[in-house]
């Protein structure tokens, strides 16, 4: 079954650190976004790509940053972990065109603590 | 700027009654909404979507209401069972981007 994965599920860096998370979509969507999820906030977006060398800033983009060198993979990496960046970081895909009841379909999320 | 909020942090109902859960959006132009569960350690997982041009939409078990007057929609949950334990988002995606903007979220506790 087409999927969508997320690595690493948990992890611990240190203040400073460079830290990538990685997600992968077998479902050939052109549509990827990463959000964060804090206790007391809903998901927020962090960075979106609708396709291949696409990358845009969302909300809470401060502090990290994405590429798209294929469809299946985004990549988010946080250039100098900060406490503040402690979350849970989920990834999601959608098929095209974006929205207009294309269902956006989840990972299982990235648990990272920065200490 | 735009929000999405829901009413109630917890709602906690016996199992085998009808379930409510609430949200209001501050944006008149929104028009595409998207409830999502989330069960523990997991992912949000699509439940049931709604466009403005409809009221009330059904799914297996779940109806979403929408009142754009007060802009106000709910998810109801029919016959709730423990497997509906869980954390629900609405989300607004009114600019057709997929890029979601959520609520704080309601934790539904199912009692048995």
């Known amino acids: 079954d087409a999927e969508i994965t997320q690595s690493p599920r948990h992890k611990i860096t240190e203040t400073g650190r460079q830290v990538t998370l990685a997600c992968h979509q077998t479902?050939?969507?052109?549509?990827m976004f990463w959000y964060r999820q804090d206790l007391g906030h809903g998901l927020r977006l962090i960075h979106y790509s609708y396709g291949v060398q696409d990358t845009n800033k969302g909300e809470v983009s401060d502090g990290y940053s994405v590429s798209r060198s294929n469809t299946e993979d985004l990549p988010l990496t946080l250039e100098s972990a900060a406490s503040s960046q402690t979350s849970v970081y989920f990834c999601?895909?959608?098929?095209?065109?974006?929205?207009?009841?294309?269902?956006?379909?989840f990972g299982e999320g990235s648990w990272l603590t920065v200490v | 700027g735009e929000s999405v909020g829901l009413h109630l942090p917890t709602l906690s109902v016996q199992e085998g009654d009808n379930s409510i859960i609430n949200c209001a959006y501050s944006n008149s132009a929104s028009d595409y909404f998207i409830w999502y569960k989330q069960e523990s350690g997991k992912g949000p997982q699509f439940i049931i979507d709604i466009r403005s041009n409809m009221d009330k939409r059904q799914g297996q078990r779940v109806t979403v209401l929408l009142n754009k007057t007060v802009k106000h929609l709910s998810l109801q949950i029919a016959a709730t069972q423990p497997g509906d334990s869980a954390v629900y988002f609405c989300a607004d995606d009114s600019g057709n981007t997929g890029k979601l903007i959520f609520g704080q979220g309601t934790t539904l506790q199912v009692k048995p």
């Open positions: 479902w050939n969507h052109n549509n």
């Open positions: 999601a895909s959608s098929e095209d065109p974006p929205g207009i009841g294309n269902t956006i379909y």
